[in-house]
Each structure stands twice: as C-alpha cells, then as structure tokens.
C-alpha cells in the first residue's frame, strides 16, 4: 500500500496573532495566545516555542505572520502547504511537513474544521499562525500516540500553492472494478498491465504525482485502501513507496491507468501491515495518473 497522505495529519486549525510578529489578526483577541513565539520568515523552517502558557483559548484565533502576494485559499480549494504543529501548552512537537522534506497536499474540505476554517483567505507566499481548540481539532478522542485527547494545537502553516483543479480524462472518471480470478495462485513477479495508456509525461523516480487508486488483497479480493472513497486523489514522490508500487507506476504516462500486481517481497512480506495487509498478501492496485511534477533540477524527454 502507499504512503499516502503524507503529511496529512491534516488538522482543523485555530489561527492565532501574535502581536510581536505582525500581520492582521482575527478571530479572539491575540492576547489568548501571546505566549506563542515564532521566529523565522516565511518560506523558512519556523521555530515555535510555547512560554508561560496559561488556559488555551477557548476559539480559533487567526493572524498572518507574512502576507501573501499569490491566490488566496478558498473553502473548495487544494492547498500545498508547509507546516509545523505543537501542543498547547509544552510546546511538544507533533507533527512536521519540513522533517519529511516536502509539502503537503490536500482539500480544505477534507481536513478538520480548525484548518477549514483557518486557512481559507491565506494567500500563496503567505504564513499564518493557527492555534485550534479541541472541538476544532481531535476533540476528547485525540489522535493516536502523539495528540492527547482534548489538546490545544498550534500550528505554523506557510501557503506554498492553491492547486489549480486536476482535469480527469473522461476514460478515468469513473471507480475502476477489481477483480481477482477466482482460484488463481498469485503470481510470484511484478505484474503491470496498461488498461488505458496516457498521453502526457510520464513519471520518473523522484516526480511529484498524483493519482487516483485502488487496493485489493489478492487472498480475499477485500479491498483496503482507495482514494475513490476519500474523495480526493493522492500526492507522493514516486521512490518513496514500496518497492513494487514504485517499479508499478513509474514509465506510467499521465491519463493512463494501469492495473499492478505486487508480491510480497516488494510490498510489505512476512509482517504485513494488520488489520488491512495480512502477512505474505499479495496487492493489486488499479491507477490512474493525474498528474506528474518532475524532480527539481530533472531534464524533459522520456529515455
């Protein structure tokens, strides 16, 4: 299975001013959350420190602490975004866009209410304080290890771009079916069928794509993963999954789908990934690619 979403602890957000830091404020008064200090501008990895912290403000509280001179975030838009987030009041890292090394990409509609709320009006070169109250967050069931329940979050998000809308070949409009031959072993290779080859470039080792999918366990033909049921296509850098789905999709040109089957030892083998992936399981993906942003410094033409 790919490593999708990454980066996307994707939070509701309250947006928070600091007065040393400038820009406007909105929302609750930015005197709720002045024990916040960011240094660094924007662009840059911030540092945040929590000081003194008192009781958390009880609102989303917003303020840019760089204007933006690009598009600014609407409520239906997909944002890239560079982020940092901690917990009110230790100042305790959660969660980092910057420590993965690239940004993060998702729909403002897909994401808790904090980050709904508080982005949109952000513009692209912009950075914004947010500092999310738990009922704009994870509430009283937290998120796993690392957000207590009923925590405070502060995040430091830069703008890096409102993604124009992703046109989808009308050939890959539809949730494509899976379907395992019903008592076939599972092949011991990499398989790779085209169901529809693309016409655009084609994805390389290191590109920027995105891509709709879906993810079916050869055992049982249950499916375990899909972007289809997420509502929005992924986004990762090809290299940087499993071995198998990486071999799958690259040499891939964009508007094509391509059905891959992976074996175990290039997906997740002997541990699996429980519940969805049991150990030794077989994968079959069927993808589409959307889109394909080439590695920095990378040479057009195919090879």
């Known amino acids: 299975m ?12 309250l ?12 929302g609750p008064s930015a005197r709720d959350a002045d024990c916040v200090k960011v240094e660094g501008s924007a662009g840059e990895e911030p540092t945040v420190e929590l000081e003194g912290c008192g009781d958390p403000p009880e ?21 890239s975004v560079k982020y940092v987030g901690v917990l009110w009041p230790d100042g305790k890292e959660f969660d980092s866009s910057w420590s993965r090394g690239e940004p993060a ?28 109250p738990p009922d704009l967050g994870y509430g009283s069931q937290g998120a796993g290890s690392d957000i207590p329940p009923d925590s405070t979050l502060v995040f430091v998000v830069d703008l890096v771009e409102v ?31 085209d169901e529809v080859v693309g016409a655009g470039p084609d994805a390389k080792t290191g ?20 972007t289809w049921e997420r509502g929005q296509p992924a986004e990762f850098t090809l290299g940087r999954l499993v071995p198998g789905f990486n071999q799958g999709v690259e040499g891939m040109k964009v508007g094509g789908r391509r059905r891959i ?43």
């Open 15 to 26: 947006v928070i001013v600091l007065p040393a830091c400038g820009g406007s404020a909105s």
């Open 105 to 132: 990409t998702f729909g403002l509609d897909q994401v808790i209410p904090g980050w709904s709320e508080g982005l949109v009006g952000l513009k692209e070169g912009g950075r914004r304080l947010l500092v999310v």
């Open 163 to 193: 993604v124009p809308p992703i046109e989808v070949p009308e050939a890959l409009q539809t949730k494509p079916e899976v379907q395992i031959p019903a008592g076939t072993p599972p092949p011991t290779s990499l398989q790779v069928q």
């Open 2 to 13: 790919p490593r999708l979403s990454p980066g996307l602890v994707l939070f509701a957000i």
């Open 59 to 79: 609102e989303l509280v917003t303020e840019d602490l760089a204007e933006g001179n690009g598009a600014a975030a609407e409520a239906s838009s997909t944002v």
């Open 261 to 303: 089957v992976i074996p175990p030892d290039l997906a997740y083998g002997a541990a699996g990934q429980p519940p969805a992936i049991a150990p030794n399981e077989t994968l079959v993906f069927v993808v589409d690619l959307l889109a394909v942003d080439p590695a920095q410094g990378a040479q057009g033409g195919g090879q």
């Open 207 to 226: 590109d920027s794509v995105t891509l709709n999918y879906v993810g079916v366990a050869w055992s049982t033909g249950e499916e375990f993963d899909s």
